[in-house]
């Protein structure tokens, strides 16, 4: 078995030109095996363009990358077999069933089984896994979107890849789809060790799966760490919300601990209805991006130390 401290993704300095438009400015990042990065970044930002060039299908103008310890511009049959891609939609094979379609896919993966991964995924296995098991041998132009949305996803993940990329994965799915959804990504980077690398706009989603948030704008990457630690980066900001007689308070302090301890030396049991609460991801999302936006940010944010300077 691979150690999980394994770099799947190394990327450094990555830059992407057209004529005198910079797409792409010094992109460094790394992802380890089972490990779920979620980036997020405003239209134009460079995301899809990143992961076009991850995936081979897009050149670059400079810089370093390995994917799975290859160059993806030189990256052979053999390479391209240890990756799964989930596209925003497909819209062929409707008068195919899904269980064939899978299992005619599937067997392109064969060549590529090693003793270490086993391909391509049982048929049957990965329908039951995306929650199409009632729908195996239904025409796949009878799908509702969402059940073409999984089938999507069964399409990305026939090969066993140890490597996943997916734009958009839960577009149209509906609260209990995009619940299994989530399960099936922790299910692929914890048990199967796969690095899951995704696209979405959803950043409650992106909060529930990621173990890395790397965010971009303006073609940077502008903060990169754990939801945890990237919620706690707005110079540490909380709003207190409390209650006295009947009357709603609310103050917005960067010493939550302190204000609260002086607020119950002056108000002490007449206190009600307490809550503090620290800035969300969608807040530092938002302040970040802003931030880069408006020029305050020059450099790009690699480490929480970084991004809370």
Excluded: C
Excluded at 41 to 69: H, W, Y
Excluded at 102 to 118: E, F, K, M, N, W
Excluded at 137 to 150: F, N, V
Aim: no cysteine.
């Amino acid at each position: 078995m691979t150690s999980n401290n394994e770099v799947v993704l190394d990327v450094d300095t990555l830059r992407m030109q057209y004529d005198t438009n910079e797409v792409l400015r010094d992109v460094t990042f790394q992802a380890r095996r089972g490990e779920v990065l979620v980036m997020l970044g405003p239209n134009g930002a460079g995301k899809t363009t990143t992961i076009e060039i991850l995936e081979g299908f897009r050149g670059r103008s400079a810089g370093r990358v390995e994917v799975l310890g290859v160059d993806p511009e030189q990256g052979d049959e053999q390479w391209r077999a240890r990756i799964g891609v989930v596209l925003q939609s497909w819209r062929d094979h409707a008068k195919w069933r899904v269980r064939e379609l899978l299992a005619h896919l599937g067997a392109y993966y064969r060549p590529y089984s090693t003793d270490r991964v086993q391909r391509p995924w049982d048929t049957d296995e990965l329908i039951e896994l995306v929650g199409l098991s009632e729908l195996a041998d239904a025409k796949i132009s009878t799908l509702s979107g969402g059940q073409r949305r999984r089938l999507d996803v069964a399409i990305g993940v026939v090969g066993r890849p140890e490597l996943l990329f997916m734009d958009e994965p839960t577009a149209g799915f509906d609260p209990a789809a995009r619940r299994d959804f989530h399960d099936l990504v922790h299910r692929l980077a914890d048990l199967e060790d796969t690095t899951v690398l995704l696209t979405t706009h959803d950043l409650d989603e992106a909060e529930i799966l990621a173990d890395r948030i790397l965010i971009l704008a303006g073609g940077r990457i502008i903060a990169d760490g754990s939801p945890d630690e990237l919620s706690r980066s707005i110079a540490g900001e909380a709003q207190v919300s409390w209650t006295v007689d009947g009357r709603r308070f609310v103050h917005t302090t960067t010493e939550s601990t302190k204000y609260v301890h002086e607020l119950f030396k002056q108000h002490g049991e007449d206190i009600a209805d307490l809550e503090v609460r620290r800035a969300s991801l969608e807040d530092t999302y938002m302040t970040l991006v802003k931030r880069a936006e408006s020029g305050e940010a020059t450099e790009p944010v690699h480490t929480l130390a970084e991004v809370a300077r």
